[in-house]
């Protein structure tokens, strides 16, 4: 798994390529961490480009969400792909987790 970080104003967007399960999840999970201790006030977590996601990269995306609640930071999923489409609406979060179709939908 890859992580891109990139910063577009007040915004931090993640790319994340690759498969996201137990032994990856960590290093999503630091880069989430990252963001919600900066001073943004959005993370994107871009999943385009996940070929497969496991329970533990959601369980990640929801901690991050919590976390990013108590901090005052947005957290918005980027994902038209099956993997992470499937796996949201399977767990029944997606109004948890707002997912958009595209980074410039969740920056807007």
């Given at each position: 798994m890859r992580v891109d970080r990139r910063v577009l104003g007040p915004a931090v967007v993640l790319h994340v390529a690759g498969e996201i399960?137990?032994?990856?999840a960590p290093i999503l999970a630091e880069a989430?961490?990252?963001?919600?201790d900066s001073s943004a006030d959005r993370l994107v977590v871009?999943?385009?480009?996940?070929?497969?996601?496991g329970s533990a990269g959601l369980a990640v995306l929801l901690d991050a969400r919590?976390?990013?609640e108590q901090a005052g930071?947005?957290?918005?999923?980027?994902?038209?792909n099956r993997p992470v489409l499937r796996s949201i609406e399977i767990a029944g979060v997606q109004e948890m987790l707002p997912v958009y179709?595209?980074?410039d939908g969740a920056l807007a």
């Open positions: 399960d137990m032994s990856t989430c961490d990252q963001v919600i871009d999943l385009t480009d996940v070929t497969f996601f919590r976390r990013g930071v947005q957290v918005r999923l980027v994902a038209g179709p595209d980074v």
